[in-house]
């Protein structure tokens, strides 16, 4: 079983919404998680992190408008993305800080 795997991606119009998951094998609530993403020909950026401790962490550019969250149970961490912004279109991946595991990533576009 992959490490982690993301979902939840798609092509959404600007303002819309879009919910990320993060399935992890195991051991969510012992793990800190973190989002990033890549948009085309620009480094790789760290978007929303989520700790063992509950605290939580957003880059500036997403303030306001994203939600990281976790359910323990279903060992997965959700990224809700509302006011999408053109400039929010970039590849989205999740990432286990304590193994240092990505997923493969999940395509979000957002255009009219």
């Known amino acids: 079983q992959a490490p982690l795997v993301e979902s939840g991606g798609g092509l959404v119009q600007p303002g819309g919404s879009l919910r990320l998951s993060c399935t992890i094998s195991?051991?969510?609530?012992?793990?800190?998680i973190g989002w990033y993403r890549q948009a085309s020909g620009k480094e790789r950026e760290e978007v929303a992190s989520?700790?063992?401790?509950?605290?939580?962490k957003y880059v500036d550019s997403v303030k306001g408008r994203f939600t990281i969250s976790r359910n323990t149970v279903k060992r997965t961490v959700y990224l809700q993305m509302n006011s999408l912004k053109p400039e929010d279109t970039a590849v989205y991946y999740c990432?286990?800080?304590?193994?240092?595991?990505w997923g493969l990533g999940t395509q979000v576009t957002v255009s009219s």
């Open positions: 989520i700790l063992v401790n509950g605290a939580t």
């Open positions: 990432t286990n800080f304590n193994t240092g595991a």
């Open positions: 195991s051991g969510l609530a012992r793990n800190n």
